[in-house]
């Protein structure tokens, strides 16, 4: 199993290599111009310097080369537009952990929610639970996240009693921006978790289990319930780590201090290198996100071993 | 020579309203300074901390009339083209008000140094190599060393070199080897003659050099904090030290931005605001006007597709004002007269898509009927309406230079010199028709087929641009289409990053919206966009010049374009009558408009805002960044509204 | 209960299915008896109605169908009264039956597991639900079961997962499951077709085994009328939704009356003759939706008479156990010989 | 094995693995044997024995690690000309354990059985393919009306027989039948059974025949091999091998197999198989030829000592 | 209407064979009993023509489908929704959804007119333009790109899904070649497009299923595997029929409910990520109005109850449209599932 982990995250680490590889080549066909705020009155000795000091003047290998070496290093070089000259690691240590938090609370309550929820309309399927469950999935889903999010903090500032911008030190403050958070991801689990407990109920062990006389709550609860987990819980340290990068439009409403958006802002004001570190975040957040699925996969499924799963069942 | 020598300071303290001392006021913005290094930025939004915690060596009042800064007098030399600054006393402080050291002129000298460092890539050196005696070489020397040292080879397989001696050779191919000598930094016109002796020498007699002081390269920054922080200068609040009204207290990017009233400032008695606290939110133009009406911030800015909402509304009627107008920048719309792909010196121009017809624009814009129909057809109220639904025609510019800009030694406001005293109000349809119908025979000679598709780009990103792209489209289609297809506006939206590069330099447009930011208070600088010299294929505007001399700009069309170059070479040359040289460059600008070379649109609209500040006590200029300045403002305990705003404006 | 008492009771039971708007008639009006402590074998083709009649016994019919007339009558229960199952409605009432009384084996080992749960919990799960132990003595039952369907090592085996088990220690393994429920009546619906004979051998031999030590009443459901010869006290063989014949093994195999019976006896490879033609009954079973005049098996029927064609044909008895629904046991039908094969097997008891 | 005999096809010392490196797994080992034209070859063993994989792997759908398959006295295993696969392809065909799975629910039974002939007679014509498709339907005794329908709407017998006439119509000269009425009922095995029968006696087929049951093996087979994991435990003609069975799997097999009869059911006394009654740590077992035309493996001590019990 | 045909040729070999046996038997149900106990000869059609059972997998995908009340009320309204959203231009007195209307007194344009007012049935943005009109023209847009998208996304997913899973070799390269693409940010890939051709309904297509494929071929190859080694795929390389056949004949229809499904899906996420795109600034131009670019609009004006109606109305078609495909979409897969034809 080891060996099988070595291997595995050997590849990743390949994988990860091309990742901000051809990212930071695909940065190179950015327009000059982005990499300064006054482009219009500069001189072209001036956008020499510029471009100069920040490397950007070398034949590409030789940029792709020092990248990596400095990333080995842990150096991921500094931000020249987000944050003029601080470092990336700086940055990206300052914002992650509100985002961390976030995102463990988020995924705490969509679990907490989704899952019995799923649980819920998997069990009563086709009767009013499910028809209500599915509406309200239905709902999140329809309904542009960028609106609802919208009105969620209009209407629950109100209710709540907090200002509109979020503020670390007050727990109230905490409330909106991560059951706002959590909202997809509850569809999400409910949903999948309703599709396959349907799935796995028409399986035989399922009536072997009814014909041993155990009611259908108990059915539901301890026979169908974890087998209808195992494909659901490959995704959920994917959609947890996701949730932990930040979510965009949270973020931007509630002023919060995270990574959310990070990405975007970076990319579109030419932050080479925050974009480059972001990736690079991203990248391995999403790979161990995908180990982390496996091994969950692993630990609830016994018929599952590592060398077997290969690309999905 | 002197043309402008000091004044006597007077300073407006008279509070108008209820004015409530000892405040902190909040503001929600939905941008952030990246950098604090006041030295090196040139975006409008960083220039704030410049502006406020740094003093500079003069200022001006709230009327524009300047007055002694941190100089307390200075005089001009004008055989050995000097200024000598005698600075007062003043320190500078930490990020907790602390003192640290006193100001300097060496201070002035070590952050021009820094500005003049190529490794800081400061942005505004422009401001400083074409005036300062010296700059320009040290710059330059500089930048060819580092290319050295680093082995660069640009794109067309320019070389350099560096020998022992530190002598550098720039060898581009098919040219001689240029050499370039070791510039010291002693060779720069600037000197610390003593602890408050400052000397600049200029490399011309340059009449706006003391409004450029008012400007970031030229404030003073404390020299062994940049020894010692280098390219880390201000990039926190702990890094930076202030001299101004204000200190710096807490910054963190799209976070905080904090400045406390400084006691220590020698003006400390004409600041009338203790904590300026700066909130960003990305969304502040959603949640801005909702969180003023819940009241948890001071200011924000109200969006003008909510304004008459916000106006209807009898609660937030009375909330709502408006900035101060300032003219640092102005708009108008600019041809595209070489719509191919074509090379430049140092980049290759696209032209624009075969979709737009370049062909058929190419033919129609040499015709001068044509352009002229453009300039009396436009009627740049519609588009001004939709970003000030109150007042637009007071945004209306018929001149590339704003009102107001400068005066001459008469005192005549800039815009009643010369030529320009003649423009009116352009937009009139009948004009406009007749310019069109006298058009039509000429270009169907031409060989140009109707409707002449016109390509009208926008940056997404910018408010409204897109909205004022669509009403520009029906007014001006609505006129010159009447009875006959004349043109076909073609709205493209441009990628909101790198906008200018891919648009403007790329010559993907027909017809384009452009701005145009003065840098300092003489009407050259307003030439800047059309000007260029003879050879110089890079500006990064109108290509005027290189339109004819590569055969793009034809018939009376190129020599209206030749006659403006001419005429601004020789206003540049009169530097020691200020009234003729107002009206050279009148006259000059005028033949531009008049000729349909561009077509004048307006000024900057300013942002209404929900404020309780009356900006109208603040410093004002026509250049630099003296009207981001709180000096001197006070917190009241209302809103401004439309009215008291107009009051206030007219009781300045 | 003492053996050979009535447990179950069938009458003119009908079994409907809504298939696509359309009526299935699954089981057609059959009759039956069941004795505790027998084992009875239902055999039939596929698609006969075997499983859908045993559902019924526990409510399990899928939810398109039902029992549209007929009873069925339990008489197992410990306090002696009857119940009747064709009456239940409510889930909780089934619970009551459901394992406790009537216990089901499937086809499918391999399916039939909880393939997330150990073999110890499905099984003590059932101890548990049943037999009102609970923890270490649930586990130490549980162990017991195990060693008794004869799978080694069961400490070991308790606590492995479905998928480390090979198909017939599987199917041991629902055995298990079912006789730990303690029911009265345990139905295994084809528990062999799956494997191969060897196993398959092993298994009725368990079964048989099981049934002496819990005391149990077996019905057991298959295909293969070889397979049953062994183990079965009773045979009663099904075509279209009715039981055609029913009778003791020896009488059904001996001395089988319904043509249906000896088309399957002697189609049996067994029976064979190398290098002649086996004999095979011809044709498909008969449409369940069209409405099924007479005899149901007639068309495949080389020997059919025209009234098998209209009417439909009632038990005749040819002993107190024994008996069919074929007009050929009419008196006035005329005299047929049965089969070769059949023949053969009679030759045998001679 | 001295026969004047045909030969069709050959297996030399066929090996055949799952996976590769640590986890392969060999699941045929050393296999020979050798199928004479016209001949019906049994083949018998228990579940997971390898049958399958046997076949599959001179259907060439399986690659071999080791070992020949000749056919025709030519190689066919391996890297093979395209000729020879066209060749292969045409004479050798396969009918698949199970009729529900082999079918593609989703085509229409023209489409299914006519498939082969597109591949192999790409010069006919639509019209004249769906002769032979009719021609092929009749000859396992379905309706030509059949062959617009879907596979879903016959029963397991047409099914098969469906499947029967897909590998006939391209006129294989060798099939491998892989258990195909393991998963059919005990009502219709006879009609499949009999009807490959008559096939091989109008038209000359070779066959392979899979199974797990004796009683099968014993009614069609000329000669039958036993395979136990993956090993050929015993060869023999069919009657002798059932009458006269030595190896102790083999023995096992044909207890098991059930009688339709009450009475012999009751005396029949199960043997289990135990392979741990071998000792092969002395002396590896070897192919012997106990009896006439019987093979077994065994090493030499059992020979004696089974032939003592003979 | 395939199976339609096919059940009409079921009801006939129905016809025919309630005929056979109403002849035979209908004709001896008069004879004297001592005729009625003679054998009655064997007729093989009649034993082997019985088993007819009429099923048909699409007909009854879509008896199942039709069964579902709020699915096909759903479909009839979207249908009502699309349609009119193409037809709309056509009708008589409808704004053109570019137009400003401009206040006569002072040749300015009208700015938010309510809805209701002068004419503007969902009322007027910022500068006097129709919002009936535009969102009519948005969801137009919109539905073209999503349409497209799902097109692309299908005929490039499927290509290779079906590749991937089909051919071994190539799993490990699209393996990891999914890893990659699925970890660079799309926003860069986006921006990228953005510059180097211009925001236009073609871009924002390519730059959606530039990103898109990889996701539907995973997906179908994932299918692919289920289904590739199953005896009658096998059963068909036995008989040398080549892949693409194979392929073509063996696999794909087997997916086709899948991949509708997945269809379905796709376009309200297309969509989705199109309201997503604008708000960060790549959209498409004002002159081709989009739900993305109209709700965004919307959002920037809903803290103000008056304006509010400018986001309500491109949200509700947004979210119309949404749930309508989705609950088509997954009623369909409901009904397609085997398993659910019982009823
Ligand atoms: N849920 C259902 N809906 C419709 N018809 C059904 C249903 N369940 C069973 N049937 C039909 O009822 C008849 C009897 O089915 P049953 O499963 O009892 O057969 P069986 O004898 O057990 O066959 P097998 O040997 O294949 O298990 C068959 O024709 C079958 O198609
Ligand atoms: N794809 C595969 N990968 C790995 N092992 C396999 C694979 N297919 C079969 N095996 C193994 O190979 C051995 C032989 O399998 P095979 O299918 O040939 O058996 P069989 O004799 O045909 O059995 P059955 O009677 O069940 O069909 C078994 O142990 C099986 O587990
Ligand atoms: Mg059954
Ligand atoms: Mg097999």
């Known amino acids: 199993m080891l060996k099988y982990l070595a291997k595995r995250i050997g590849r990743s680490i390949l994988t990860l290599f091309v990742i901000v590889t051809l990212v930071f080549c695909l940065l190179r066909l950015m327009p000059v111009e982005g990499y300064f705020a006054n482009y219009e009155k500069m001189t072209e000795a001036q956008i020499q310097a510029g471009l100069q000091s920040m490397g950007l003047l070398d034949p590409l290998p030789v940029q792709v080369g020092r990248f990596w070496v400095n990333a080995l290093h842990g150096d991921l070089g500094v931000s020249h537009i987000y944050k003029v000259n601080a470092s990336v690691t700086s940055i990206l240590a300052k914002k992650l952990p509100i985002s961390i938090q976030m995102g463990v609370f988020a995924m705490l309550l969509s679990l907490v929610i989704g899952i019995p929820m799923g649980l819920f309309m998997g069990r009563f399927k086709s009767r009013w639970p499910d028809k209500l469950g599915t509406a309200i999935i239905v709902l999140i889903q329809a309904v542009p996240a960028a609106v609802y999010y919208l009105y969620i903090q209009m209407y629950g500032t109100t209710a709540l009693g907090v200002g509109l911008l979020f503020d670390t030190s007050n727990w109230k403050y905490w409330v909106l921006p991560v059951c706002s958070m959590s909202l997809g991801n509850v569809a999400f689990y409910a949903m999948w978790l309703r599709r396959y407990m349907v799935d796995e109920s028409n399986k035989d062990y399922v009536r072997l289990a009814r014909a041993k006389g155990v009611s259908e709550n108990n059915i539901a609860l301890r026979h169908i319930f974890r087998n209808a987990m195992v494909p659901l819980v490959q995704y959920i340290p994917s959609a947890f780590l996701n949730t932990v990068v930040g979510s965009i439009y949270i973020e931007s409403l509630y002023s919060i201090p995270g990574m959310g958006g990070l990405l975007v802002t970076c990319v579109q004001r030419h932050d080479n290198t925050m974009v480059q570190g972001i990736v690079l975040l991203y990248a391995c957040v999403g790979i161990i996100g995908l180990i982390l699925g496996d091994l969950l996969m692993v630990l609830i499924d016994p018929r599952i071993s590592f060398g077997k799963k290969e690309g999905g069942r | ?652 | 209960m003492k053996k050979n008492e009535l447990i179950l009771s069938v009458r003119d039971l009908n079994i409907k299915f809504n298939l696509r708007g359309k009526i299935l008639h699954a089981i057609r009006g059959i009759d039956l008896d069941v004795y505790h402590g027998e084992v009875l074998a239902i055999v039939g083709e596929s698609g006969s109605g075997k499983s859908v009649f045993t559902k019924s016994f526990m409510g399990l019919l899928d939810s398109n169908g039902s029992i549209t007339s007929g009873t069925i009558d339990y008489f197992g229960a410990d306090d002696h009264q009857p119940i009747r199952l064709s009456a239940l409605k409510k889930e909780k009432d089934w619970l009551k039956v459901r394992g406790h009384e009537i216990a089901m084996i499937m086809q499918d080992p391999m399916t039939s597991l909880n393939p997330l749960k150990t073999i110890g919990d499905q099984i003590m799960e059932a101890v548990e639900l049943h037999q009102g132990l609970k923890g270490a003595a649930a586990k130490e039952k549980t162990l017991e079961y195990l060693r008794d369907v004869g799978i080694a090592d069961p400490e070991v085996r308790f606590k492995q997962y479905p998928h480390e088990f090979s198909g017939g220690m599987r199917q041991r393994v629902v055995i298990a499951i079912a006789v730990a429920c303690n029911p009265q009546i345990l139905i295994c619906d084809e528990p062999t077709t799956a494997l191969d004979v060897t196993i398959q051998a092993q298994i009725l031999e368990l079964l048989k085994e099981m049934r002496v030590k819990y005391n149990l009443t077996i019905i057991l459901i298959t295909h293969d009328l070889g397979v049953v010869a062994n183990i079965a006290d009773r045979v009663a063989v099904m075509y279209a939704g009715d039981i055609v014949e029913i009778g003791t093994s020896d009488e059904i195999y001996y001395d089988p009356r319904h043509p249906y019976t000896w088309a399957l006896l002697s189609s049996m490879p067994q029976m064979g003759v190398k290098g002649e033609d086996l004999f095979n009954i011809q044709g498909t079973p008969p449409n369940l939706f069209t409405e099924i005049r007479g005899d149901a098996f007639a068309p495949r029927n080389p020997l059919a008479l025209k009234i098998d064609f209209v009417k439909r044909p009632p038990y005749f008895d040819v002993s107190a156990t024994h008996r069919a629904k074929t007009w050929l046991l009419d008196p006035r039908a005329p005299k047929i010989e049965p089969p070769a094969a059949v023949r053969m097997l009679q030759e045998e008891v001679k | 094995m001295a026969d004047e005999r045909e030969v069709l096809l050959e297996v030399k010392d066929l090996e055949v693995t799952y996976g590769s490196g640590r986890k392969a797994y060999k699941a045929v080992k050393n296999a020979n044997f050798t199928i004479y034209k016209g001949e019906t070859f049994g083949l018998v063993g228990e579940s997971g024995s390898g049958k399958t994989t046997i076949g599959r792997a001179i259907m060439r759908i399986l690659p071999t690690s080791g070992g020949q398959v000749l056919y025709k006295g030519q190689q066919i295993n391996g890297k093979i000309s395209h000729a020879l696969d066209r060749q292969v392809i045409k004479e050798m065909q396969m009918i698949f354990q199970d009729p529900q799975s082999s079918l593609n629910e989703r085509a229409k039974v023209s489409y299914i059985v006519g498939e082969g002939l597109m591949n192999v007679r790409p010069d006919l014509s639509a019209a004249e393919r769906d002769e032979k498709v009719r021609q092929a339907l009749l000859d396992v005794g379905l309706l030509p009306e059949f062959a617009s329908r879907f596979p879903h709407e016959f029963s397991g017998g047409q099914r098969q027989r469906i499947g029967i006439a897909r590998a006939l119509i391209v006129e294989p000269e060798f099939i491998i039948a892989d258990e195909p009425i393991s998963a059919l009922d005990m009502s219709i095995r006879a009609q499949v059974l009999n009807l490959l029968r008559h096939l091989q006696k109008e038209r000359g087929i070779t066959y392979l025949f899979i199974a797990h049951d004796l009683s099968v093996m014993r009614y069609i087979s000329d000669r039958i091999a036993v395979i136990h994991k993956g090993d050929i435990v015993e060869l023999a003609d069919a009657e002798e091998l059932v009458t006269h069975a030595i190896h102790p799997y083999t023995r096992s097999l044909l207890s098991a197999i059930p009688m339709p009869s009450p009475r012999r059911e009751r005396q029949k006394k199960l043997l289990v198989y135990d392979p741990a009654i071998h000792d092969y740590s002395a002396e590896a077992p070897q192919w012997r030829e106990l009896r006439p035309r019987h093979w077994v493996l065994c090493s030499a001590a059992e020979a004696e000592a089974w032939c003592r019990e003979l | 209407m395939l199976f339609r045909m096919k059940d009409e040729k079921a009801h006939q070999l129905e016809a025919q064979l309630d005929k056979l046996q109403a002849d035979g038997p209908a004709a001896w149900a008069e004879l004297p009993e001592e005729e009625l106990f003679t054998p009655a000869g064997f007729s093989e059609e009649r034993a082997e023509a019985t088993s007819y059972s009429n099923y048909s997998y699409w007909g009854s995908t879509f008896r199942a489908f039709f069964k579902n009340r709020i699915a096909v009320i759903l479909l009839a309204a979207l249908i009502a929704v699309v349609a009119f959203a193409f037809l709309q231009p056509y009708l008589p007195g409808q704004a053109d959804p570019n137009f400003c209307a401009v206040d006569p007194l002072t040749g300015v344009q009208y700015r938010n007119i309510a809805p209701g007012e002068d004419g503007f049935i969902w009322g007027s943005n910022a500068i006097g333009q129709d919002l009936w009109a535009r969102i009519w023209a948005g969801a137009r847009t919109s539905l073209t790109i999503a349409f497209f998208v799902a097109l692309i996304e299908a005929v490039v997913g499927i290509t290779v899904g079906v590749l991937w899973g089909y051919v071994r070799q190539l799993d490990f390269f699209f393996t990891e070649l999914y890893n990659i693409c699925d970890n660079v940010p799309s926003t860069i890939i986006l921006i990228l497009i953005s510059y180097v051709a211009s925001p236009s309904v073609k871009t924002l297509i390519l730059g959606m299923s530039i990103t898109g494929w990889i996701a539907m071929a995973r997906f179908i190859r994932n299918q692919i595997l289920i289904i590739r080694d199953r005896d009658y795929n096998v059963a068909s390389r036995c008989i040398g029929t080549p892949t693409a056949r194979i392929v073509l004949r063996n696999l794909l229809p087997y997916l086709v409910s899948v991949i509708m499904l997945r269809m379905a899906l796709t376009i309200p996420a297309a969509i989705g990520s199109e309201v997503f795109i604008t708000y960060i600034g790549l959209g498409l131009s004002v002159e081709t109005p989009s739900l993305g670019n109209l709700i965004n609009d919307g959002r920037k004006v809903m803290m103000q109850a008056g304006l509010r109606y400018q986001l309500l109305y491109p949200t509700i078609i947004l979210s119309f449209v949404t749930i309508a495909f989705y609950l088509i979409g997954n009623a369909f897969s409901d009904a397609a599932d085997p398993k659910n034809h019982l009823q």
């Not at chain 2, 405040?23 to 990246?34: E, F, G, N, V």
């Not at chain 2, 169907?444 to 002449?452: C, E, N, R, S, Y």
């Not at chain 2, 993907?508 to 452009?514: E, G, I, M, T």
């Not at chain 2, 005028?590 to 929900?610: D, E, H, K």
Request: net charge negative.
């Open chain 2, 1 to 652: 020579a002197g043309l402008l020598t000091g004044c006597g300071g007077s300073s407006s303290g008279s509070a108008s309203g209820a004015a409530s001392s000892g405040s902190s006021y909040t503001i929600l913005y939905d941008s952030q300074p990246a950098t604090l290094n006041y030295l090196t930025t040139g975006t409008d939004l960083e220039m704030v901390v410049g502006a406020n915690c740094v003093d500079t060596l003069v200022e001006y009042d709230n009327k524009g009339v300047m007055r002694e800064g941190l100089a307390t007098s200075w005089d001009w030399d004008a055989d050995t083209l000097t200024w000598t600054f005698h600075l007062r006393e003043e320190n500078w402080v930490d990020c907790n008000g602390e003192v640290v050291a006193p100001v300097t002129a060496q201070d002035f000298v070590d952050a021009l140094k820094y500005v003049l460092t190529p490794d800081y890539a400061a942005s505004n050196v422009g401001l400083v190599t074409g005036y300062i005696a010296g700059a320009d070489d040290y710059y330059s020397y500089h930048v060819y060393l580092n290319n050295a040292n680093t082995g660069v080879v640009d794109e067309d397989g320019t070389t350099y070199t560096v020998d022992a001696d530190g002598v550098v050779t720039v060898a581009a191919p098919g040219a001689d080897p240029a050499t370039y000598a070791p510039v010291d930094f002693e060779a720069v016109g600037v000197t610390a003659v003593d602890e408050h002796t400052l000397t600049y020498t200029l490399t011309y007699d340059f009449p706006g050099f003391l409004s450029l002081l008012c400007y970031l390269p030229y404030e003073p920054a404390y020299g062994p904090l940049l020894e010692e922080t280098g390219d880390q200068f201000a990039t926190s609040a702990e890094t930076t030290y202030s001299c101004g009204a204000f200190y710096l207290a807490a910054y963190e990017s799209l976070e905080t931005w904090v400045m406390k009233k400084n006691p220590e400032n020698y003006d400390a008695a004409n600041v009338f605001i203790d904590t300026i606290s700066r909130i960003y939110n990305a969304e502040a133009s959603v949640n801005g006007p909702e969180m003023i009406k819940r009241g948890e911030i001071d200011e924000a800015t109200i969006g003008s597709d909510i304004l008459d909402s916000w106006l209807a509304d009898d609660t937030t009627k009375d909330m709502v004002s408006m900035d101060r107008p300032n003219t640092n920048y102005t708009y108008f719309y600019m041809f595209n007269f070489m719509p191919f792909s074509h090379e430049f010196s140092n980049w290759s121009v696209e032209g624009m898509d075969a979709e737009y017809e370049p062909e058929n624009w190419a033919k129609a814009i040499n015709n001068t009927n044509f352009r002229k129909s453009f300039l009396y057809g436009i009627n740049n109220s519609v588009t001004l309406a939709v970003k000030a639904p109150e007042g637009y025609d007071n945004y209306k510019l018929n001149t590339i230079t704003p009102p107001s800009f400068c005066a001459n030694a008469d005192g005549v406001d800039y815009l009643k010199c010369g030529d320009l005293a003649n423009i009116t109000e352009f937009f009139d349809e009948a004009k406009a028709k007749e310019y069109r119908d006298a058009a039509i025979p000429e270009l169907t000679a031409a060989g140009v087929t109707f409707p002449i598709k016109v390509q009208l780009p926008y940056n997404p990103s910018s408010t409204d641009w897109d909205k004022q792209c669509q009403v520009l489209k029906q007014q001006l289609e609505g006129v010159l289409n009447d009875g006959f297809d004349f043109i076909n506006i073609v709205i493209t939206a441009g990628p909101s990053d790198s906008f200018l590069s891919s648009v403007r330099r790329n010559g993907k447009f027909a017809f384009l919206l452009c701005n145009w930011g003065a840098d300092y208070s003489d009407p050259q600088t307003e030439t800047d966009p059309f000007y260029q010299a003879e050879g110089a294929r890079g500006s990064r505007y109108a290509f005027l010049r290189t339109g004819v001399e590569d055969g793009f700009i034809t018939g009376d069309t190129a020599d209206a374009v030749m006659n403006y170059m001419k005429a601004i070479e020789a206003a540049v040359e009169i530097t020691d009558d200020i009234n003729a040289r107002y009206d050279a460059f009148a006259n000059a600008e005028a033949s531009l408009i008049n000729n349909a070379l561009v077509v004048p649109m307006g000024m900057s609209v300013p942002a209404y805002i929900a404020t309780r500040l009356n900006y109208w006590e603040g410093q004002y200029a026509s250049t630099g960044f003296s009207n981001k300045r709180l000096k001197g403002i006070h917190v009241l305990d209302h809103y401004v509204s439309m009215s008291e705003y107009e009051a206030n404006r007219d009781a300045r």
